[in-house]
């Protein structure tokens, strides 16, 4: 099982749509948890942080459910540009574990 | 202005070449990671310098082999690589090594293994 899971996608979603993503970690004493956004060709960026309260910024929110063990993200009035692939990253034994990332394609 | 650069963006070699990737950091950080990014595969952790010692070796074949002069400084130095070595090499800095602390990237460097 991988330690860090998430859907592939794509995710084909109209402009102005709410869509979610979710993600799955394995490795229960994991504590750090963030979401990246990596555009086509470029750098992962740092898009939030995942705290325990779960957190939002702006039109984002990220929760974490350590009961069954995944991180969501959340998007509202999504944008054109928003398109981008999103990177869950947990942590195990003081390494950052990434998934393999969820195309998201949003269309006009 | 980004905090992490790295050169050059993009480099084709040889399998018989020997190339070496460079990245420095402009944030102080103490931590410094080299990544292996293939389509649609994870991120894959090559190596970590942590206070410019070596703290993780993710059994990388012997024909990567990293270099951090400092703490600022890491290099990547290849030889007789293998056309499966044709990924997107992302160095990453972090304040320290360990839990809570996000990393940032450098833009990586494309390189094809001919």
């Not at chain 1, 993600?23 to 995942?50: G, H, I």
């Not at chain 2, 103490?30 to 010692?53: G, I, R």
Request: hydrophobic share 30%; glycine share 6%.
């Amino acid at each position: 099982r991988k330690e860090v899971e998430q859907d592939p996608g794509p995710f084909n979603v109209p402009e102005g749509a709410t869509v979610a993503f979710n993600c799955t970690y394995s490795n229960s004493a994991s504590q750090s948890f963030f979401w990246y956004r990596q555009d086509c060709r470029k750098e992962p960026k740092l898009l939030m942080s995942v705290y325990s309260s779960g957190n939002e910024d702006g039109r984002f929110t990220a929760q974490l459910n350590r009961a069954s063990q995944y991180i969501s993200l959340l998007i509202r009035d999504s944008k054109l540009s928003d398109s981008a692939t999103y990177l869950c990253v947990g942590d195990s034994n003081y390494q950052l574990i990434w998934g393999a990332g969820t195309k998201l394609i949003i269309k006009p | 202005e980004t905090g992490v650069t790295q050169t050059p963006r993009h480099l084709v070699m040889g399998m018989t070449n020997k190339k070496s990737l460079k990245c420095e950091q402009h944030l102080g950080h103490n931590a410094m990671y080299w990544y292996k990014q293939s389509a649609k595969k994870p991120l894959e952790l090559m190596f970590v310098y942590n206070f410019k010692e070596q703290t993780e070796n993710n059994s990388v074949p012997s024909r990567f082999s990293p270099e951090c002069p400092n703490s600022s400084h890491l290099f990547l130095h290849l030889h007789t690589l293998q056309p499966e070595d044709s990924a997107l090499y992302l160095c990453a800095s972090s304040p320290t090594r360990g839990r809570y602390t996000e990393a940032f990237f450098g833009q990586g460097t494309r390189l094809t293994v001919v």
